[in-house]
């Protein structure tokens, strides 16, 4: 039934009442997972946002683009996200991969394909950080029927016949049916729950920035295998691009502290001059690289999406798209299990949210492990085993092909809601 609750941006009271639905964690995933959530069932279950930013805060400004996918772009088009921020992103209409030293002075092609998918629309979309997390946040904002509650830092999660409680740092308590955790790769309410998780440090760390170049990009996303790891030159609108480049830590620390023109000296060198004079547009970012995977994604009266599920290497780029398959997925199972008369927390939806999801979750993580073991080195033997093997699908139309879906996230069992399809 429609909750009589009334709509709170900035609710600062403990919870007594209980809930249908408690999202902790207010970032792409958890937004995402509300706001459709709240579209799909119109009403008929109270769904609660837990935010640990204070109500009026404002993201850091922040160098990050996304590759968002074709599904991924469904997705937002869904919440009523995509039409306000599609006019300011990138379509990719080509990717070009290479394999080189850094000292090299020029960089062969070895892989190179169009990044349309069989509707003539391009498999990704390049989206600049700021501009999802406002516009998420936006719509948020102007969505009705849907509770928010700021400043809740979750410090445990408890689950009971009846309920599952969330405590926050400041001593207020939330009680629902079902908790969706995505509080990122550092998860108060997964260690609580007793999941176990997996992973490692690389020993590398990811920097990011935006520059301005002189020659136009014509759209095309570039990707430079170099020794110490990938450097990415993602298109922006306009001569821009931002650049996503993996170092090991030590390095990167030693970059990061240069002044801007040493520090586009750094750039150019592995640019390779292809676009251009370059511009420094935004001071780099840097974070280091890890791999964190859960265990499992489902506890009693608990599921896990996005990083708080697992955190991958950013190789290539799926991170972000991979969060939004678990959206698409557990909404679509709690819509379906709430249409025929059960509860959000019903072991058997949760189970089937499992199935789902773990295959995908498991293989990609390793998947991307194993590229940047096998990309991320000097070897002579493994550069040239590498160059055959890029060689091998450039040749082939119908491995191309089959990248360009994966990538786009339409291969396997696709949520309706990442097929373009109401549920």
């Not at 850091?60 to 590759?67: G, I």
């Not at 979309?125 to 029927?145: C, E, F, Q, R, Y």
Request: glycine share 8%; with cysteine; proline share 6%.
């Amino acid at each position: 039934m429609p909750s009589n609750r009334p709509t709170s941006q900035d609710n600062d009271h403990i919870m007594t009442k209980p809930t249908d639905i408690i999202v902790s964690g207010a970032s792409y995933t958890g937004t995402a997972l509300a706001l459709a959530l709240n579209k799909a069932l119109n009403g008929e279950l109270n769904i609660t946002l837990l935010d640990r930013a204070p109500a009026g805060s404002q993201p850091p400004p922040s160098p990050r683009s996304f590759a968002i996918s074709a599904a991924s772009r469904n997705l937002l088009d869904y919440i009523g996200v995509w039409q306000s921020i599609a006019a300011e992103t990138q379509p990719v209409s080509e990717i070009e991969i290479t394999d080189s030293p850094l000292e090299a002075g020029i960089r062969p092609v070895l892989l190179t394909y169009e990044n349309t998918i069989d509707t003539g629309e391009p498999a990704s979309h390049i989206v600049p950080d700021g501009l999802l997390a406002n516009a998420l946040k936006s719509t948020l904002a102007n969505t009705t029927g849907l509770e928010v509650v700021h400043g809740c830092q979750v410090e445990s999660f408890a689950d009971s016949e009846n309920s599952a409680l969330l405590t926050c740092s400041d001593g207020r308590s939330f009680e629902g049916d079902l908790i969706v955790a995505a509080e990122g790769r550092i998860s108060a309410t997964r260690e609580s729950a007793g999941i176990k998780s997996i992973g490692w440090d690389y020993g590398q760390s990811g920097i990011c920035t935006v520059v301005a170049h002189s020659k136009p990009h014509e759209g095309r996303a570039v990707q430079h295998f170099l020794p110490a790891g990938p450097f990415a030159i993602l298109p922006l609108p306009g001569n821009r691009s931002c650049i996503t480049w993996t170092e090991k830590t030590g390095e990167a620390k030693r970059i990061i502290g240069l002044g801007d023109n040493e520090f586009m000296e750094e750039v150019d060198k592995r640019f390779s001059g292809r676009l251009g004079e370059l511009t420094l547009e935004a001071r780099p970012a840097s974070w280091p690289l890890s791999l964190r995977l859960a265990r499992s994604l489902i506890a009693p009266r608990l599921a896990l999406i996005g990083d708080t599920a697992r955190g991958v290497h950013p190789i290539a780029g799926q991170g972000l798209n991979l969060g939004f398959r678990d959206v698409a997925a557990l909404c679509e199972v709690i819509v379906d299990n709430a249409r025929i008369g059960m509860a959000p927390s019903n072991p058997d939806g949760l189970a089937r949210y499992e199935r789902w999801r773990r295959f995908d979750s498991t293989v990609s993580s390793m998947a991307f492990d194993k590229l940047n073991t096998l990309f991320s080195n000097d070897s002579t033997l493994l550069r040239s085993m590498r160059e055959a093997g890029l060689g091998l699908i450039d040749r082939i139309p119908t491995a191309k092909s089959f990248l360009v879906r994966e990538a786009a996230g339409l291969t396997g069992e696709v949520p309706r809601l990442l097929r373009g399809e109401a549920i």
